[in-house]
C-alpha cells in the first residue's frame, strides 16, 4: 500500500470547512483512497473512500486531484463535535485485510 | 447502521491472567479483524479471520489467540497476560476488500 503524509495538526473555527490535505504520491492505479476519524478514546469510524473522482456523503467530500497524487477531506460545516485525528489510507479494494493507519492529523475545532 | 460491540469498555486484569476480550457485529461480514493501538505506534493488526473457524496471524500475534466459531463472534484471547499487553484492544468487521467498521475499543489494562 502506498505511503501517505499528512499535517501533524490543524484548526478550524467552528462553523467553518474544514479542508484536510493527504499527499499520495505514490499512489498505484488501482488503490483507493479512504479516510477515517478517531475521537478520543473511541473505535476509528469510517467517514468517506474514492478512486478518482470526487466523492460526497453526509459526512464529508473527498476531492482528488486529477494526477490522484493528493487528495483533500472536506467537512463543510465544522462542529466541535468534528475534533478527532484524521486519517487518510490508500489501499487496494480488493485486499481482504488490514488498513494500516499513520500518524493522522489532529484536528481541533475551535468555539 | 453497522454494528460492532465489544464486551468491555475498561479492564482491568493480573499478569499471569487469562484474558477474553469478545467482539459481535450484527452485519453478517466475513471478515473480522484484532487490532491494538499504541500511542506512536498507531493500529497493529493481531489476527483476522475471513469465515468461521478460520484465521490469519497478522503482525503481532505474539502472546494471542483468536477464536472463530460462529460468524458474528469474535475472540481475542490472552492467555497469560503481562504488563506489555496494556493498551487499547479495537475490533473491526467487513465485507471482503471493503471498508472497515470498528467497535468502541476496550482498555485493557495489566497490573
Known amino acids: 500500500d502506498a505511503k501517505t503524509t499528512q499535517p501533524t495538526s490543524m484548526d478550524c473555527a467552528e462553523g467553518r470547512a474544514a479542508n484536510l490535505p493527504c499527499n499520495h504520491s505514490?499512489?498505484?492505479?488501482?488503490?483507493?483512497v479512504y479516510w477515517y476519524r478517531q475521537i478520543h478514546s473511541q473505535g476509528p469510524q469510517y467517514i468517506i473512500h474514492?478512486?478518482?473522482n470526487n466523492e460526497t456523503n453526509e459526512m464529508a467530500s473527498l476531492i482528488i486531484t486529477e494526477d490522484r497524487k493528493s487528495s483533500t477531506l472536506i467537512l463543510p460545516h465544522a462542529t466541535l463535535r468534528d475534533t478527532a485525528v484524521y486519517y487518510c489510507?490508500?489501499?487496494?479494494?480488493?485486499?481482504?485485510?488490514?488498513?494500516?493507519f499513520g500518524t493522522g492529523t489532529s484536528l481541533t475545532v475551535i468555539p | 447502521d453497522v454494528k460492532v460491540t465489544q464486551s468491555s469498555r475498561y479492564l482491568v486484569k493480573r499478569t499471569g491472567e487469562k484474558v477474553f476480550l469478545e467482539c459481535v457485529q450484527d452485519?453478517?461480514?466475513?471478515?473480522m479483524f484484532w487490532y491494538r493501538q499504541d500511542p506512536g505506534l498507531g493500529l497493529r493488526l493481531i489476527y483476522f479471520?475471513?469465515?468461521?473457524?478460520?484465521?490469519e496471524k497478522g503482525d503481532i500475534p505474539e502472546g494471542y489467540s483468536v477464536s472463530r466459531e460462529k460468524k458474528e463472534r469474535f475472540s481475542l484471547i490472552l492467555e497469560s497476560a503481562s504488563t506489555n499487553q496494556t493498551s487499547m484492544y479495537l475490533c473491526?468487521?467487513?465485507?471482503?476488500?471493503?471498508?472497515?467498521?470498528f467497535g468502541p475499543g476496550t482498555r485493557l489494562t495489566v497490573l
Open positions: 473491526a468487521s467487513s465485507i471482503p476488500g471493503r471498508e472497515q467498521f
Open positions: 505514490t499512489i498505484s492505479g488501482n488503490e483507493y
Open positions: 474514492g478512486l478518482k
Open positions: 489510507i490508500v489501499r487496494v479494494a480488493d485486499t481482504g485485510n488490514q488498513f494500516y
Open positions: 452485519m453478517d461480514h466475513e471478515n
Open positions: 479471520s475471513y469465515d468461521v473457524k478460520m484465521k
